[in-house]
């Protein structure tokens, strides 16, 4: 994984751990908003939950990548692929 990859990862962790304090600190404030916000999260959840399924997939079907130990990955529709 490149630096900058994890570099991005550690940006998007902080910035959700903000998102997420400021929720609780909003919750905390004005307990009107519980419902709503844990609507919210849920929504953000899921989406998180389909995007990670997407990816993951998207990473496993990409050709020409040789999986670890040297043995050939097969692209979505089974064909091998040879290592670039």
């Given at each position: 994984m490149s630096t900058l990859a994890v570099l991005v990862g550690l940006l998007l962790i902080l910035v959700i751990a903000m998102v997420v304090g400021a929720l609780?600190?909003?919750?905390?404030?004005?307990?009107?908003?519980?419902?709503?916000?844990?609507?919210?999260?849920?929504?953000?959840?899921?989406?998180v939950a389909i995007v990670g399924t997407i990816v993951t997939v998207g990473a496993r079907c990409r050709p020409g990548k040789a999986h670890a130990g040297g043995v050939f990955r097969r692209d979505f529709l089974g064909a091998a692929t040879v290592p670039g």
């Open positions: 609780a600190y909003a919750v905390y404030r004005r307990p009107v908003l519980t419902q709503p916000v844990l609507v919210a999260l849920t929504a953000v959840g899921s989406l």
